[in-house]
């Protein structure tokens, strides 16, 4: 089996601003490097810092003080560790998620909804791709854009069979790679599902939800690169907690078996 990449999930406290803040700055920053430590230390290639406990999250903006946290959270991250950074900035404000990666030294975002038109629990959320690609291509940002086809929690009202959103996505959208999830965060894509993408999409397709210590051998048999941050990653089985290590070692040494 190739090398697969790993990219675990450094799922942020809520920051300043946001209804639950607590922590100071240095607390955030202190918790971005430990994240990322543990994961370097479990082998894993790639991590993604996330504003998870923003919630609720806006639709496809978000305000002046989440963009400057979360540059110099991704910049901390960046300067102490070897990972791949990616940034994404929930709900789906992916030139803003370019802009954080562009000034810390990231190398990707996730964004949600590079193209297509989706029913969302933040209201109808609208394609980005337009002015993402037009901003890198501005900035000059050796920045990859993964974009997630048929999105998790969320609704296609362009609903047009996944195999051809994919297409789209990959052709028309602009995406650098493509990211299959399943309805929810923690369940899986269905592989079939994975196997349709696949068939007609020749840049990598990476899973985006579901993950567990049961099931990613049969994902890392079947696509480019896993996105982890589901319960049996997380210390206590805790959603959006700290990262456990252990778990993603066995994770990172059972894809390369």
């Known amino acids: 089996m190739k090398s697969k990449l790993i990219i675990g999930m450094i799922h942020m406290p809520p920051l300043p601003g946001s209804p639950n803040s607590v922590l100071t700055l240095e607390q955030l920053m202190d918790y971005a490097v430990s994240e990322a430590r543990t994961l370097e230390e479990a082998g894993v290639g790639a991590a993604i810092v996330e504003n998870l406990g923003d919630y609720p999250f806006f639709k496809d903006e978000v305000p002046a003080v989440t963009v400057a946290v979360m540059t110099l959270l991704a910049?901390?991250?960046?300067?102490?560790?070897?990972?791949?950074?990616?940034?994404?900035?929930?709900?789906?404000?992916?030139?803003?998620?370019?802009?954080?990666a562009y000034a810390a030294g990231a190398h990707f975002i996730r964004c949600n909804v590079l193209n297509g038109v989706y029913a969302t629990d933040q209201g109808i959320v609208e394609g980005k791709g337009a002015?993402?690609?037009?901003?890198?291509?501005?900035?000059?940002?050796?920045?990859?854009?993964?974009?997630?086809?048929?999105?998790?929690?969320?609704?296609?009202?362009?609903?047009?069979?996944?195999?051809?959103?994919?297409?789209?996505?990959?052709?028309?959208?602009?995406?650098?790679?493509?990211?299959?999830?399943?309805?929810?965060?923690?369940?899986?894509?269905?592989?079939?599902?994975?196997?349709?993408?696949?068939?007609?999409?020749?840049?990598p397709i990476l899973v985006g939800s579901g993950i567990s210590l049961s099931n990613f051998r049969d994902y890392c048999r079947e696509a480019d690169g896993l996105i982890v941050g589901e319960y049996d990653f997380k210390v206590n089985g805790e959603v959006g907690g700290r990262s456990l290590g252990e778990s993603y070692a066995k994770l990172v040494r059972g894809c390369g078996d």
């Open 131 to 203: 002015e993402v690609l037009r901003l890198r291509k501005y900035l000059g940002a050796k920045v990859q854009i993964f974009a997630d086809v048929h999105v998790k929690h969320a609704y296609p009202l362009y609903n047009v069979p996944i195999d051809i959103a994919a297409q789209d996505l990959a052709e028309r959208g602009g995406a650098d790679a493509v990211i299959v999830s399943g309805p929810r965060s923690p369940i899986p894509p269905d592989l079939d599902r994975l196997r349709k993408v696949r068939s007609v999409v020749s840049k």
């Open 75 to 100: 910049r901390e991250v960046r300067k102490s560790s070897s990972l791949m950074v990616g940034v994404n900035l929930l709900r789906n404000a992916c030139s803003q998620a370019l802009s954080v």
